[in-house]
DNA sequence: CGCTGGCGTCTACGGTGTAGACTACGCCGT
DNA sequence: ACGGCGTAGTCTACACCGTAGACGCCAGCG
């Protein structure tokens, strides 16, 4: 009975961070993401909504941190030989978990997430692509038909390319924030000179995809039953 | 001066579905999904916001009348004979709509949007198949993998796939709605058979996209400059 | 002892969707 | 002509949302 203010059992855990959005991950499982509000989060806590802003900057900023303990709910298999496999079990992975939130192919969708875990994410993909024998050009392009494939929207996890003209020291922030991941630094760069890529164009990723899509389609016309 | 209340300048055209639906896309379109609400809606239309209820049931209502709206907006291209060059106008139209209305995806996706636009787009997507010569099942999958690249969700536009054992009179209702839409009609058939394809499985929907897209990367692996 | 800084609370403001009562007006049968 | 009626739009009110700002409480420290 040292510690004690009135009739409280507990000594109440305090917040922090970490906590908060472990339980706005719980939260928006049970309700959907409109369940998710700063007042039912609070109270979920047993706290005020406001006292969540001692941890998180605003919902923003809760959103983002639940994007990023969702992407790093992906566990990535252990780099085999066989590119094709690796892949496909990185792409049930992350299916996995987008069956178990259901809501949070949106909000990854609205926030950028390009957190460590995504980061993680991207070079996994691409290291896997790269140990397969694919050039830098054709695992961009495979990067984001299999992230769209995935997550559902177009615009990749990552890359929300910026504006058009980095500045000096924008791009050297860049280059500090990519040390760590020497495949999407090398796309990066590879992306920037643009001179083969032209800036990751949107059309170009589009119908990359859709041409192997309908290509995959037109083989499978004549061998039906063999898929 | 026959017609006339006070100081009005125009007789105020009355209110009308098309018309608050129409405003409402506008409205979308200036300042994105987040931007339409009842009150603004109003404001836009010179009239208080609890008159939009006489035309609309609310905003549910109105924003599956928007989704239908954008849909209708996807030009069909006439039927040639090459089935390929016609999905291909087909997703890439249907992708000038979705850039055209950045906002929509999230409409589309949240709300079902099984109204007569969407299944005439669904009807024409499976025309083309059957006239290049797909079955029924692989033309089930195609129509999944085709549009869960154009639209970025997964489950299809139409297909809510109901209760599991739908009742007589709810099927007669299934049946007449799809009156109109033979390919549609013969899907939907096939489909709850379940002989066949087991009742669409979404995992097997998922796996089915996922190698197309794997094996067309293999195959890019070799000749990587001629895509 | 007083101060300070962190943590949680309280109040308040402007925004949202919408239920329900109310008003203004054209039409129609008598 | 007139009373009723349906239709269209308005107004008020309620519950919920995110969050700015002031406040209370308490541990630690000088």
Chains 1, 2 share one sequence.
């Not at 919902?59 to 994007?67: F, M, P, Q, S, T």
């Not at 993909?125 to 990067?143: D, P, R, Y």
Request: glycine share 10%.
């Amino acid at each position: 009975m040292a510690i004690q203010t009135g009739a409280e059992t507990e000594p109440r855990t305090p917040l922090s961070r970490e906590r908060v959005l472990r339980a706005a991950v719980d939260l928006a499982d049970r309700g959907g993401v409109e369940a998710l509000s700063m007042r039912k989060l609070g109270q979920e806590l047993g706290v005020d909504a406001m006292a969540l802003y001692r941890h998180v900057r605003g919902k923003d900023d809760l959103l983002d941190g639940v994007a990023e303990v969702i992407v790093g709910e992906i566990e990535r298999p252990a780099a085999g030989d066989d590119w094709k496999a690796t892949l496909r079990e990185l792409a049930v992975a992350a299916r996995r978990v987008m069956l178990r939130h259901p809501w949070a192919r949106q909000v990854l969708e609205e926030r950028g997430t390009s957190g460590p875990a995504a980061l993680a994410h991207i070079e996994a993909v691409l290291g896997t692509l790269q140990a397969g024998g694919f050039t830098i050009e054709v695992a961009h392009h495979a990067l984001h038909v299999l992230d769209s494939r995935v997550f559902g929207f177009n615009q990749a996890l990552f890359e929300e390319s910026g504006p058009a003209d980095p500045s000096p020291e924008a791009a050297a922030a860049m280059v500090r924030a990519l040390a760590g991941y020497p495949r999407i630094s090398e796309l990066a760069q590879s992306v920037s000179h643009e001179g083969i890529l032209g800036r990751c164009d949107d059309d170009v990723e589009f119908a990359f995809g859709l041409d192997l899509i309908l290509d995959g389609l037109d083989r499978l016309r004549g061998a039906p039953n063999n898929f």
